[in-house]
């Protein structure tokens, strides 16, 4: 099994940057792909972002690309969400996953994922 842990989530006023972080264990990191997902109260889960297993390739939800960097430390097992000019919308539970990858292609659906964290939660004030 592969173990996630989250962690850097908080309370930040509209317009300000908060960077997340996903701890892995368990199995070798680099063999899987990593996405971020997210869920407000009442809503579906959410994708955000994915990163394949060597970083080269990437990709966002249109409602935060130019403003949210995912990057991963193999080295370090640690996956980054990096959130700049956050918006309330913003607002909810920030989950890491992992998808064992034997493809270039990068999931988005959440469907794919084979483990998941305990979530983190992001609050923007307006």
Not at 8 to 30: D, K
Not at 63 to 78: E, L, P
Not at 92 to 119: F, I
Request: proline share 2%; with cysteine; charged share 20%.
């Amino acid at each position: 099994q592969v173990q996630l842990v989250e962690s850097g989530g908080g309370l930040v006023q509209a317009g300000g940057s908060l960077r997340l972080f996903c701890a892995a264990s368990g199995r070798t990191f680099s063999s899987y792909a990593m996405g971020w997902f997210r869920q407000a109260p009442g809503k579906e889960r959410e994708f955000v972002a994915a990163i394949i297993w060597s970083g080269r390739k990437t990709y966002y939800a249109d409602s935060v690309k130019g403003r949210f960097t995912i990057s991963r430390d193999n080295a370090k097992n640690t996956v980054y969400l990096q959130m700049n000019s956050l918006k309330p919308e913003d607002t909810a539970v920030y989950y890491c996953a992992a998808k064992y990858q034997v493809s270039t292609v990068v999931p988005a659906a959440w469907r794919e994922y084979d483990y998941w964290g305990q979530g983190t939660q992001v609050t923007v004030s307006s």
